[in-house]
């Protein structure tokens, strides 16, 4: 059999994975594929990828197809420091505004809908960009004139991935700078689910125990990569010309297991997607190892 093809986020939110697969030599069990959320959920809905993380949203709408895998996952129960909005007005401002919203992750994009409307109580236009166009030049990048108009700029942006962490880490001048897992903790109570890890149903049928192996490598890769969180983040610190100690916050600050405080964060997030009309229904959840999370309704 052809080994398992694995998709795998090129985000820092993953490096620890990365990091203990090289450490213990898993990955010559799979095929590495790495890609931002929004290919890598194409590429397992097309069949391309056996395996995969996933934006939660994009599991919840394909649930019947797919299965997930035991205790693995990417959460924060608060901050997150990695999805931000970053505005030229107070959220609770942005009624009508124009808010450019990323495509490279679909979950963030409903999380950030969820927010606007039900937390902060407004209806903005929401704009979709293209990877590429989200990196934020200043405070002249923002603006709130003359909301009501296509061709007018942008009053507040979406920001995922490295980019969030770099504005998090020091907001730009004259601007609001939210980071939206801590606001949805505050709003719901409940711990945020990026993104989960997931096998083609059929794949998973057929070929269990290729399953199995994988999820128990990508566990032991998980705990051996955040065991040595510290080493990570001075290796990766001139890469990404971020301070080690920010990196090593980051990945500490990170949930990368999947329990029922996630299973409640999950079913939490699908009941806001479905109000705000991105998901039809919330789907019956199932799992590629029956009763390692007390089973969703």
Same mark, same amino acid.
């Given at each position: ?22 450490? !213990? ?83 963030? /994009? ?6 606007? !409307?039900? /937390? ?106 955040? !065991? ?55 789907? !019956? ?13």
């Amino acid at each position: 059999m052809n080994l398992p093809r694995v998709g795998h986020i090129a985000f820092l939110n993953c490096a620890p994975h990365l990091h203990g697969l090289e450490m !213990r030599r898993g990955s010559d069990r799979m095929h590495l594929q790495p890609g931002v959320p929004s290919a890598l959920n194409r590429q397992i809905l097309a069949g391309e990828l056996d395996i995969s993380p996933m934006s939660s949203i994009e599991y919840l709408r394909n649930a019947a197809d797919l299965c997930l895998l035991p205790d693995l996952g990417i959460a924060s129960d608060g901050p997150v420091m990695s999805i931000a909005i970053v505005s030229s007005v107070p959220p609770t401002s942005l009624d009508g505004a124009r808010v450019g919203l990323t495509s490279t992750s679909a979950t963030s /994009w409903v999380l950030a809908k969820i927010l606007l !409307r039900e /937390w902060w109580g407004v209806s903005p236009v929401f704009v979709p960009e293209m990877p590429g166009t989200s990196g934020l030049q200043g405070p002249s990048d923002l603006s709130p004139a003359r909301k009501d108009e296509a061709t007018d700029p942008l009053v507040a942006r979406l920001l995922i991935g490295d980019p969030a962490l770099r504005v998090l880490w020091k907001p730009e001048p004259g601007t609001w700078t939210i980071d939206l897992g801590q606001e949805w903790t505050r709003y719901t109570g409940q711990s945020m689910v990026y993104a989960v890890w997931a096998a083609r149903r059929a794949y998973a049928e057929r070929f269990p125990e290729t399953v199995a192996e994988v999820t128990s490598i990508l566990t032991q890769a998980r705990d051996a990569g955040l !065991r040595d969180a510290p080493a990570l983040a001075r290796r990766l610190a001139p890469l990404e010309k971020l301070p080690a100690s920010l990196l090593e916050r980051y990945f500490s600050t990170l949930h990368y297991g999947f329990g029922p405080r996630e299973l409640d964060g999950l079913n939490a997030f699908a009941d806001g997607a479905v109000r705000v009309g991105d998901l039809q229904s919330v789907p !019956r959840l199932a799992w590629t190892s029956p009763g390692a999370v007390a089973t969703a309704a």
